[in-house]
């Protein structure tokens, strides 16, 4: 008879809580089930996370499950004051909601809950070991890139399995691993210090005016619905009340800059972003000679993989990219560490120690 089991993988981050259901039988993916949450966990109140996860878990999981993995970034929010902090807390709270589970480390591998709140440091940030995982499956060598909400994550994928010279936040935002720059919720004035304005630089306002996510409604690459965060402002997710937004950033206003001129200050931080996240593609290829060979290809992920991924790969020189739903479908694209995840967690139960 063969072993029919329901995994569940949750990613909790400090802006998105996304939950993957996985059913598999005799060792093959049957269905899957992705779900995602905005939980600007500094705004909502770290007290509502474990009945947040209980809720998201009940909506992607209502029969229940037999075996849950999870991984984190929200510790590094400042609702906590350090990241052993937020580490304990989220996994109390995921206690609270979920009960037992494994909690994925920086290593690639798990750790359970009493070992992770005595090694906080190596599951903090400890998300994208998962994805690598992911993308080895099928592709054993291979350049990942998935840009999030707020971050990009570069990760060379070697012999199936992450090969990153970082661990940690710091040391993968000093490798070009990690870069602070996503489709929807970075302030425009970290992507651009100078934008033009009737053909002169202007230097832009360090004010909370803007997201990317204003630039990329106003350019057509997001629709209203894909905007999931706050607007800076608290107004709506209309491309003319984005360009309001945007027109700020400068400090002039919808009045005194024309529609067609604030389209290109979007065009003009929508570049400069692609250059952030090129420069740290070719800053990673450059540590080895398969990937500065461009030989392997490049996959991408994550909710700007159309307009951010994959143009910046093909700046980078990769020839051949690979968005990740070719190889695993739409959820996996959208949702793609807690689809690792759940995964990750079903292979494990299916060991014959654990059978």
């Not at 690639?108 to 998300?127: H, M």
């Not at 209309?238 to 005194?256: H, I, K, N, Y």
């Not at 070719?282 to 991408?300: E, G």
């Not at 990769?318 to 190889?327: A, F, K, M, N, T």
Request: charge should be neutral; charged fraction near 25%.
């Amino acid at each position: 008879m063969s072993l029919r089991l329901t995994a569940l993988g949750l990613d909790v981050g400090g802006a998105n809580l996304k939950a993957a259901a996985a059913l598999v039988e005799g060792g093959e993916l049957k269905a899957v089930k992705v779900r995602s949450r905005y939980f600007p966990i500094w705004k909502a109140g770290k007290e509502k996370l474990g009945s947040e996860l209980k809720s998201l878990v009940a909506e992607v999981c209502p029969r229940g499950f037999d075996v849950a993995a999870l991984a984190m970034t929200a510790e590094l929010s400042d609702v906590y004051w350090c990241k052993s902090e937020g580490v304990k807390h989220i996994i109390a709270s995921a206690r609270q909601a979920i009960g037992e589970f494994l909690v994925a480390n920086v290593h690639g591998s798990f750790y359970t809950p009493e070992e992770a709140e005595e090694k906080p440091l190596e599951v903090a940030a400890a998300n994208w070991p998962a994805s690598a995982w992911l993308v080895g499956r099928k592709l054993p060598n291979a350049l990942l890139i998935d840009v999030g909400s707020t971050t990009t994550d570069i990760i060379p994928v070697e012999g199936g399995k992450a090969a990153t010279l970082g661990k940690t936040d710091p040391e993968r935002l000093a490798a070009g691993e990690l870069v602070f720059t996503g489709a929807l919720r970075t302030s425009v004035g970290a992507v651009a210090k100078w934008v033009p304005v009737k053909g002169r630089m202007t230097r832009t306002s360090p004010e909370y005016f803007a997201i990317t996510a204003d630039v990329h409604l106003i350019l057509g690459h997001i629709t209203p619905s894909q905007y999931t965060c706050d607007t800076p402002d608290g107004r709506g997710k209309t491309r003319r009340e984005a360009l309001a937004r945007l027109s700020r950033v400068p400090c002039a206003d919808p009045e005194t800059l024309e529609e067609w001129e604030i389209a290109e200050l979007a065009r003009f931080i929508y570049e400069k972003q692609l250059q952030q996240i090129t420069e740290a593609i070719i800053q990673v290829s450059s540590r080895s000679r398969k990937l500065a060979s461009r030989s392997t290809p490049a996959v991408t992920c994550g909710v700007g993989r159309r307009f951010l991924a994959e143009p910046a790969a093909r700046r980078a020189g990769y020839q051949e990219v690979i968005p990740l739903e070719r190889l695993y479908g739409m959820h996996a694209a959208e949702a793609t560490p807690a689809y690792a995840l759940a995964l990750m967690a079903a292979t494990i139960a299916q060991r014959p120690e654990h059978t």
